[in-house]
T-cell receptor
Framework: NAGVMQNPRHLVRRRGQEARLRCSPM?????VYWYRQLPEEGLKFMVYLQKENIIDESGMPKERFSAEFPKEGPSILRIQQVVRGDSAAYFC?????????????FGPGTRLLVL | AQSVTQLDSQVPVFEEAPVELRCNYS??????LFWYVQYPNQGLQLLLK??????LVESINGFEAEFNKSQTSFHLRKPSVHISDTAEYFC?????????????FGKGTMLLVSP
């Protein structure tokens, strides 16, 4: 039973380029969450999605960041025109249901470095 | 809104010594509580969680945590640590009501176990 998959594990981009981070949830999970971990900080919620719907994007920066979870395929977190401050580890989590009681299972993360 | 405070950024201990990692939370509604562990360059793994019932919860590898509602705390303890317990530990809360809820994390505590 594969866990949450994220790729790439490491991503290097130059300022102004685009970064695409992919997340495949655990089998049977239809709820996906993205979190960002800045150096020496805890994880901060970014966005919560169900299939084809964004439920809560209150943690997403207003510009340059977008997320989707299409009917088929992985969830994508897209960062346009990256800046050095975007350098962080981005974690995806999935759960079977969306209630607070549901355990969120985390992927290994994508570590983005912006040069 | 919820918040989580982990008072210690680093806790150094010797192998086989007891350890306590502190976690306090703030919330206007009931919460569910979680401890996650993150080994270097890996994702977060659920260590234990409190949803309801007995206020003392245990993990399979000897950790335990006690929910104290009056002190709004959920401290993590282990009577005898191993070198392999060296990792970063994150306390998190989710809203304990129906409907979706995302995780709010503390900044993490780095447990450093030395021989």
């Amino acid at each position: 039973n594969a866990g949450v998959m994220q790729n790439p594990r490491h991503l290097v981009r130059r300022r102004g380029q685009e970064a695409r981070l992919r997340c495949s949830p655990m089998k049977g999970h239809s709820h996906v969450y993205w979190y960002r971990q800045l150096p020496e900080e805890g994880l901060k919620f970014m966005v919560y999605l169900q299939k084809e719907n964004i439920i809560d994007e209150s943690g997403m920066p207003k510009e340059r960041f977008s997320a989707e979870f299409p009917k088929e395929g992985p969830s994508i977190l897209r960062i346009q025109q990256v800046v050095r401050g975007d350098s962080a580890a981005y974690f995806c989590a999935s759960s079977y249901g969306g209630d607070g009681v549901e355990t969120q299972y985390f992927g290994p993360g994508t570590r983005l470095l912006v040069l | 809104a919820q918040s989580v405070t982990q008072l210690d950024s680093q806790v150094p201990v010797f192998e086989e010594a007891p350890v306590e990692l502190r976690c306090n939370y703030s919330s206007s509604v009931s919460v569910y509580l979680f401890w996650y562990v993150q080994y270097p360059n890996q994702g977060l793994q659920l260590l234990l969680k409190y949803l309801s019932g007995s206020t003392l919860v245990e993990s399979i590898n000897g950790f335990e945590a006690e929910f104290n509602k009056s002190q709004t705390s959920f401290h993590l303890r282990k009577p005898s640590v191993h070198i392999s317990d060296t990792a970063e530990y994150f306390c998190a809360v989710s809203r304990g009501l129906s409907g979706y809820s995302t995780l709010t994390f503390g900044k993490g505590t780095m447990l450093l176990v030395s021989p």
